[in-house]
Structure formats: C-alpha cells, structure tokens
C-alpha cells in the first residue's frame, strides 16, 4: 500500500522565511528600508501569548522590526482603537496586527476594520477582502496564503484542477477559495449544510480542510491520490492524554490520499512566515519599491 507523501510545512516556512531574510538585508542595503511589524495584544489569554512571542522572535530573525504592545484585558475599546490610530500614523510600522480573540466588551470588527487597509497584514479588512475578490493586488489572510504555498509546492500548476474547500469562514475558508480560483482551480466551497459532504469531497483534486472538527474528513470521502491541505487544529483527549489533530482522521485519509499535510507541522508554520511575508509587502508598497522575490 502506498503512504500519501507528507507535506512539510516546516521545512517549507523555514525556507520561505530564508528568502525573506535576505530580501530584508537587500531592503536595508538597496533602499535604507526595515520592515516593522506591531502586534496589539489585550488580555492575557495564554495560547495568543505564546502566538504572540513566537511572532515577535521571528520577526527580529528575518531582520524586521518588531513592536509588541501589550494592554490589560480591562482596556477601553477606545483605547485600542486610539492605539489603532497611532500605529496607523506611524511611517516605522508597515504592518499591524491585532491579536485575536479580544476580550467581550471589545468589538472586533470594529478594531479589525480601524487598521489602515494598506498595514493590514492579517487581510481581514473588507478593503483587502474586496480587493481579492475581485482579483486585485492585496494583502491575502496568512493561512489561505501558506495553503495555497504549500499545495503549488507538491502540485506545482494547479490549472484546471477541482478542488473543494470545507469550511466557509473569513479567516479561511473564503479566502483560500478566491485564491484557488485565481489559481484557475475549479472551486466548490462545502460546509456544514452541504449535502452528501463526502460525496462532494471525492470529486476532489485538492482538498483545503478549514471546519474546525476534529478528524472530521475520511480516508474513504477521498479521490485516491488527492492532495489534502488539513488547517484544522483542535485540541482533544485520547488515551487520557491532551493531543492536537487536525479536521482530517491522519491515520486513514494517508492510506489514500497522494500527499497530505500533518498536524502539527503542516500549515501551522506557515502562518507566521506568510504573516512576514505580508509585512515585506506592505512596506515595498509604502514605500512605493518593487517587491524582492520571496
């Protein structure tokens, strides 16, 4: 029986954030530019501290500058937003990103949508969704884009391929269709309601996992051969033990599928490098410079 190839999204964001680091040291030489990331975190919830610190070590390893911005769970949403404000003025900051989830009295929406389109390196700006959408140049959420990285790495083209995406959310699902779409993939988007979900998903070239329910997708819902991309990452219990797995059951689905990312170490690594990757684009863009290649 042939094992499905395992994706390494570790190896891969390694990599990516090499050629980020030496297109930084040519930003520094060329044009006197340093990229500059700001995270705003409030509140002190333990997996977006860890988050946090990881993105800000990362940072300072490609040669970026980075800003944390720590504020106590009981700040003022106007406080968050004056903050907002400041690094949107702040000709130094090229990226701001806002860490979630904020604490209950803090509209998010309404903080996601204070930060100027143009420092948007999460993508979640309606700006910046639109822009996808409608294939302009934009800053893509970091979980679609590393996806879409790592699926062109085993794949190479993706022209005419059906991929189905399962999941229908902001941060993922929607995104990492448009961009399949603009891949020329012929894209179905299932979800929840979908009818005949393992049917739908056999037709499937490519299968982008981003539900958010463990070990969800099966061996047997594949296309023998078929490429799956798995986001998903949830903590349960098994054998008395805490475990991370992903939305597809590993086990079954690598009996079957040609290539298949593991959790962890798939697409988690990529967010962050991709997270880097948006920050050197949006301070060539500030500064009007063609981007290096990355």
């Known amino acids: 029986m042939n094992m499905a190839k395992v994706i390494d ?12 680091a030496t297109a930084v040291a040519s930003l520094k030489e060329k044009h006197g530019l340093t990229p500059g990331l700001a995270v705003v975190l409030v509140g002190e919830d333990p997996a977006s501290r860890v988050y946090v610190a990881n993105k800000a070590k ?24 004056a903050l907002v404000e400041k690094l949107n003025n702040d000709p130094a900051v090229h990226g701001i990103l806002v860490q979630l989830p904020l604490p209950k009295h803090i509209d998010s929406t309404k903080v996601l949508s204070a930060i100027s389109p143009a420092k948007d390196v999460d993508g979640f700006h309606v700006v910046n969704v639109g822009k996808l959408s409608t294939g302009q140049d934009s800053l893509v959420p970091c979980t679609p884009t590393g996806s ?15 991929a189905v995406v399962i999941g229908r959310s902001n941060i993922v699902g929607k995104p990492v269709a448009q961009l399949l779409l603009a891949e020329n993939c012929t894209v179905t988007i299932a979800h929840s309601k979908t009818k005949d979900l393992p049917g739908v998903v056999r037709r499937a070239d490519l299968v982008i996992a981003a539900v958010g329910r463990p070990e969800m997708v099966k061996g047997d819902w ?8 798995d986001v998903g990452i949830n903590r349960i219990e098994r054998d008395g033990k805490g475990k991370l797995v992903g939305d597809c059951d590993y086990a079954s689905c690598e009996k079957v599928a040609g290539a298949i990312t593991p959790v962890p170490g798939g697409v988690g690594p990529m967010t962050i490098a991709c997270l880097l990757y948006n920050t050197v684009k949006a301070a060539c863009a500030a500064k009007g410079i063609d981007q290096p290649a990355m």
Do not use: C, Y
Not at 9 to 20: D, N, S
Not at 149 to 158: E, I, N, P, Q, R
Not at 222 to 229: D, E, F, H, R
């Open 148 to 162: 879409v990285m790592l699926a062109k790495d085993v794949l190479g083209s993706l022209d005419g391929l059906e």
């Open 58 to 81: 990362q940072t300072v390893e490609v040669g970026m500058n980075s800003w944390e911005h720590k504020l106590p769970a009981e700040t003022p949403e106007k406080d968050v937003l």
């Open 222 to 229: 594949l296309k023998p051969g078929a490429t799956v991309i």
């Open 9 to 20: 999204g570790k190896a891969f964001a390694e990599g990516l954030r090499g050629r980020i």
